[in-house]
């Protein structure tokens, strides 16, 4: 009983959760243009990118101030890095904007603990499978 209890104790604290603008249809973006955070040094951009074209997308990686205009949605994130015996992922929050606006379309983050840490792709992962469900 109480090594279940501890298993739904710690299986808890991870949280992945997602809000799409409600006049928004998600589907319709084809062309998305991810922005590298400025500190991103462990392949982030490049999860997010591989897990969009994963997707059927079409996706560039640049700065935002060469932003194409085929693009139908600036992605931005902030990736959080903890450091536990080694580096790990603790927080991923990805924004999808409208470029000509900078509206915000869509959100999601990933919060994970270090007892619940995972690869940045299955944090990726998760957050776009949320975003898209």
């Not at 501890?6 to 604290?13: K, P, R």
């Not at 603008?21 to 462990?42: A, C, G, H, L, Q």
């Not at 640049?62 to 992922?89: M, S």
């Not at 904007?97 to 509206?103: R, T």
Request: proline content about 5%.
């Amino acid at each position: 009983l109480l090594s279940s209890t501890l298993i739904l104790f710690f299986s808890g604290c991870a949280k992945v959760t997602s809000d799409v603008s409600p006049d928004v249809s998600i589907d319709e973006y084809k062309n998305f243009y991810v922005v590298p955070s400025f500190d991103d040094r462990r392949g982030v951009k490049e999860a997010i990118s591989a897990d969009l074209k994963s997707r059927g997308f079409t996706v560039e990686i640049g700065p935002a101030i060469q932003i194409p205009e085929t693009a139908d949605v600036e992605v931005t994130y902030k990736a959080k890095w903890l450091w536990d015996n080694k580096y790990y992922l603790s927080d991923l929050v990805i924004s999808f904007n409208d470029p000509e606006s900078a509206l915000l379309i869509a959100s999601g983050d990933s919060h994970r603990p270090s007892i619940n840490r995972k690869p940045a792709e299955v944090m990726v992962e998760e957050i776009l499978d949320e975003i898209f469900h």
